[in-house]
T-cell receptor
Framework: GAVVSQHPSRVICKSGTSVKIECRSLDFQATTMFWYRQFPKQSLMLMATSNEGSKATYEQGVEKDKFLINHASLTLSTLTVTSAHPEDSSFYIC?????????????FGPGTRLTVL | AQKVTQAQTEISVVEKEDVTLDCVYETRDTTYYLFWYKQPPSGELVFLIRRNSFDEQNEISGRYSWNFQKSTSSFNFTITASQVVDSAVYFCALSDPYSGGGADGLTFGKGTHLIIQP
């Protein structure tokens, strides 16, 4: 099946620094990728939709200047958490939409666990 | 607004028992998709099934089966002869074409933590 990777899998950073998370579709092209966050023992919440070659669309309540998304190619989207604070500590998961498949399904990456000290 | 409700926060059964995870959804759309994902302790989401709103046929895949009932807006998931490896958090999700992206970002339920005891 389709494979989506994320890098890094874990990151610990100091408050005030910026962290970049990469999401790659390894064996298919994804014009659309999604970014979710998941707090411990909670559900996944959609943060934004990333479209290749255009600006990302953010869900209500998600700060665009805080969470910068770039989708520069059909296989790569990046999420940068700027000036991270402890409340940004979370599990960030991306998904990529394989529109060429018969089921048009989203495939999820393994997630990135961010800890801000 | 779209909403997915998984009323069972946690279910614990003994191995080999059958178990059903409930999922009830709300949507104003006539065309939508429903999903089930498994999230083991590692955190990675494992895709289980995707169902089109126009296809109400039940589906069986090995020990897994799904019962989609549009009349009650439910999409329940049953595991027969459960095994310890089935222990995980299971999420039901709904495609949401009216999300900000307009491109089917998913609305997830809160998940059901399934514990299979040996």
């Amino acid at each position: 099946g389709a494979v989506v990777s994320q890098h890094p899998s874990r990151v610990i950073c100091k408050s005030g620094t910026s962290v970049k998370i990469e999401c790659r579709s390894l064996d298919f092209q994804a014009t659309t990728m999604f970014w979710y966050r998941q707090f411990p023992k909670q559900s996944l919440m959609l943060m934004a939709t990333s479209n290749e070659g255009s600006k990302a669309t953010y869900e209500q309540g998600v700060e665009k200047d805080k969470f910068l998304i770039n989708h520069a190619s059909l296989t790569l989207s990046t999420l940068t958490v700027t000036s991270a604070h402890p409340e940004d500590s979370s599990f960030y998961i991306c998904s990529a939409r394989d529109m060429t498949s018969s089921t048009d399904t989203q495939y999820f990456g393994p997630g990135t666990r961010l800890t801000v000290l | 607004a779209q909403k997915v409700t998984q009323a069972q926060t946690e279910i614990s059964v003994v191995e080999k028992e059958d178990v059903t995870l409930d999922c009830v959804y709300e949507t104003r759309d006539t065309t939508y998709y429903l999903f089930w994902y498994k999230q083991p302790p590692s955190g990675e989401l494992v895709f289980l099934i995707r169902r089109n709103s126009f296809d109400e046929q039940n589906e069986i895949s090995g020990r897994y089966s799904w019962n989609f009932q549009k009349s009650t807006s439910s999409f329940n998931f049953t595991i027969t002869a459960s095994q310890v490896v089935d222990s995980a958090v299971y999420f039901c999700a709904l495609s949401d074409p009216y999300s900000g992206g307009g491109a089917d970002g998913l609305t997830f339920g809160k998940g059901t933590h399934l514990i299979i005891q040996p």
